[in-house]
């Protein structure tokens, strides 16, 4: 257990555009252990979300990557290069050891698909169950996410569930081929305050359970210091800072860091 | 009455298949409703219709030409310039139209979608090279592509169908492309590559069924459309040849003989209006009822 889940070495990312390159990311590296909550902070165009979809191998066409981004192996299973891995391997990390919830649940579930439908389809492709074993794994699962009436509810269409329903159907599915890796990119940016926090500890809670890593993105410093126990900050494709949580609310190193802990509003008086 | 509501109350809670829920909002339309009872009952009147008259669409009676429809006579349509049975005739032609519109429809339906939601999936220099062969295929003048086939194989029904359905496709599979593009840029097509979705997968599952609303009305578009284009083509005596008919080539009889015998030209063009206004009917209420975000 002393190598890291997720290893991260000079990860560099560009964009080639018809009249420039644009550099989204340059130069990262950063670890993740198993069971780890990392948050990655940054601003609009900072070049996080670039990042985990660079690692997973879901970039535009036009992207150009490059570094190593190791996965660990985990059983019979050898290490993974993700960068350089074969898209029929990396089919198969997907959804089942690195899974992922996108920031707007009301767009992320297919509309003309039922819920049971498209849980169904990812525990059958990825974990080989039957139908009607899938069918009750999407079950427990939507009971794990505390949707009430899982069994009745599964059979719904996307549009009769409200959107913090939505995220819970979307975690459930994520979480259904308990992957070693959650990435969350802004889960909770879409919603109400209020469902906010309920979504960030169901996910907690969840993940506590199943022993899964999460990266969050997020420009909310507030969900990281809840959830997080180390956070990258970036800023423009660089890592700004790199540190426990602790140390970048306390005493952060970089300007930049402490700007956005300003930017932070108080009620003053 | 109490009870119908908590049965449909619990069948709204079962959560139904899309065929069963769309179905059941079909029927609420009665425009669609009443025109797939008409097309219905046409589509039975056409297959069944000439085998229960006393006459055929072929035998000419010189004795009876250009007869008025009638009860007395047994001609209920009336008779042609050659004392054929327009009864008959018409709704043998009946056969034909829809068979032809049907038939290539579904086979135009097949090809385009597959190959319009193929290439607009994949995009990039696939996409560019599927979609000039379609550009190239569209360029080829159709009566030449229709001349040039009819004198390899000579002429047959069978031909009929291939030829239409060759050209109809083209336009399926560029509105498909279209919509493909739009619908692949969707966070749900991301999120399903995310669950390690493969390409076919993809395209079956998730981009096909949302094409269904559009391609089911272009569909009911494109099925009088076709009926149209082979009348013209029997028009040309590349289509249909006589003795046997479609209503196109009876509407086209019927105009050279207006003045003499309207019924020849009023009578087939009664049938054929009123199958294209069903079929547009029935697409629009079809849309409406494939719109999961409507129930």
Known sequence: MSRPLLEVRNLKIDFETHDAVVDAVHALDFTLERGEALGIVGESGSGKSQTVLGLIGLLAPNAKISGTATLTGSGKQGDIELLSAKPRILRKVRGARIAMIFQDPMTALNPHLKISTQMIEVLRAHRGMGRREAMQAAIDMLEAVRIPEAARRIKYYPHQFSGGMRQRVMIAMALSCEPEILIADEPTTALDVTVQAEILDLIDELRARTHTALILITHDLGVIAGQCSRALVMRRGDLVEHGPIEQIFRAPEAQYTRDLLAAIPRLEG | MISRKRDSLENAARGNSLGRDAWRRLKANRAAMASLVLLGLITLAVVVGPWLSPFNYYSQDYD??????????????????????????????????????????????????????????LGGRTDNLMMRIVDIL??????????????????????????????????????????????????????????????????????????????????????????????????????????ATSWGALINDGTSEMSVAPWLLIIPSIFLAVTLFCFNFIGDGLRDALDPKDR
Do not use: C
């Open chain 2, 64 to 121: 009876a030409i250009w007869t008025a429809p009638s009860w007395a006579s047994g001609h209920f349509f009336g008779t042609d310039a050659v004392g054929r049975d327009l009864f008959v005739r018409t709704l043998n032609g009946g056969r034909i139209s829809l068979m032809v519109g049907i038939v290539t429809t579904f086979v135009s339906l097949i090809i385009g979608v597959t190959y319009g939601a193929t290439s607009g999936y």
């Open chain 2, 138 to 243: 569209y360029s080829l003048p159709f009566m030449f592509f229709v001349i040039l086939l009819v004198v390899f194989f000579g002429r047959n029904l069978l031909l009929l169908f291939a030829a239409i359905g060759a050209v109809s496709w083209l336009d399926m599979a560029r509105i498909v492309r279209g919509q493909t593009l739009s619908i692949k840029q969707q966070p749900y097509i991301e999120a399903a590559r995310m669950a390690g979705a493969g390409t076919p997968g993809i395209i079956a599952r998730h981009i096909v069924p949302n094409l269904l609303g559009l391609v089911v009305v272009y569909v009911t578009l494109t099925i009088p459309q076709v009926i149209l284009f082979e009348s013209f083509l029997s028009y040309l005596g590349l289509g249909v040849q006589p003795p």
